[in-house]
C-alpha cells in the first residue's frame, strides 16, 4: 500500500457527461501528480500540482482540468466525455516539488460507453 | 514524441532466470531513471532508480546497468520467480521539468515454473 488513496475505483459513464475523480496524497506529500494509463497511449504524464498551485502541464486535453485543495487532496475533472476518454488514471505523490520518488494510488477505472 | 523505448514487449523466462529489459532514451536532460512494477488492477510500483553518475545499481534481486553514452539502461531480475510476473516500466525525469516522469511503453513478464 503506498499510502495514495483514489476514489473511485471505478467509474462508468455515458459520453457526453462529466465526472470528478479525487487523490488524496500520501501524509505530508505537497506534490500531486496525475496520470493516464490506455491501451494505445501508455502512461502519460497530465498535470502537477504543488501546495495547491499548478507546477507542470503534460498531454492534459482542454476538456480536463484539476485542481489541488489546501488539504492536499487533488479532484481531476473530466469533462464532455468521449469513448476514447476510457482509461486507468493514477494519482501519485511526492513529498516535494522536485522529489524524485512518486508514490502511486490505486487508479480510477473510468469506462465511458 | 516518445522519448523512452522499452524493449522487449513482451518476455517469458523460465524460474530461475534472468530476464533482462532495456530502455533507450533521447532527452540528455533527464537525470533521473526508475524502474516500475505493476500488477493487474493495481497501481505502478517503484522498484528500483538509478542517476547517471553511476554505471550500474543493485536492489535485492533486482539491477539496473545505466551507459550513459549510449543513453540506454536495462533490468535485470536475478533468479526470477512466478511471482514476479507483471508488467514492467522504465520512466525517466530531470529536475527542472518538474520531476514528471516520462514511461516507457512496458515489458509484460511471465515467470513459468
Known amino acids: 500500500d503506498s499510502g495514495v488513496t483514489q476514489t473511485p475505483k471505478h467509474l462508468i459513464t455515458a459520453t457526453g457527461q462529466r465526472v470528478t475523480l479525487r487523490c488524496s496524497p500520501r501524509?505530508?506529500?505537497?506534490?500531486v501528480y496525475w496520470y493516464q494509463q490506455s491501451l494505445d497511449q501508455g502512461l502519460q504524464f497530465l498535470i502537477q500540482y504543488y501546495n495547491g498551485e499548478e507546477r507542470a502541464k503534460g498531454n492534459i486535453l482542454e476538456r480536463f482540468s484539476a485542481q489541488q485543495f489546501p488539504d492536499l487532496h487533488s479532484e481531476l475533472n473530466l469533462s464532455s466525455l468521449e469513448l476514447g476518454d476510457s482509461a486507468l488514471y493514477f494519482c501519485?505523490?511526492?513529498?516535494?516539488?522536485?522529489?524524485?520518488?512518486?508514490?502511486f494510488g490505486p487508479g480510477t477505472r473510468l469506462t465511458v460507453l | 514524441q516518445q522519448q523512452v523505448k522499452q524493449s522487449p514487449q513482451s518476455l517469458i523466462v523460465q524460474k530461475g532466470g534472468i530476464p533482462i529489459i532495456n530502455c533507450a532514451y533521447e532527452n540528455t536532460a533527464f537525470d533521473y531513471f526508475p524502474w516500475y512494477q505493476q500488477f493487474p488492477g493495481k497501481g505502478p510500483a517503484l522498484l528500483i532508480a538509478i542517476r547517471p553518475d553511476v554505471s550500474e545499481k543493485k536492489e535485492g534481486r533486482f539491477t539496473i546497468s545505466f551507459n550513459k553514452s549510449a543513453k540506454q539502461f536495462s533490468l535485470h531480475i536475478m533468479d526470477s520467480q512466478p511471482g514476479d510476473s507483471a508488467t514492467y516500466f522504465c520512466a525517466a525525469s530531470m529536475a527542472g521539468g518538474g520531476n514528471k516522469l516520462t514511461f516507457g511503453t512496458g515489458t509484460q513478464l511471465k515467470v513459468e515454473l
Open positions: 501524509s505530508g506529500d505537497l506534490s
Open positions: 501519485a505523490s511526492s513529498p516535494r516539488q522536485n522529489t524524485d520518488t512518486q508514490y
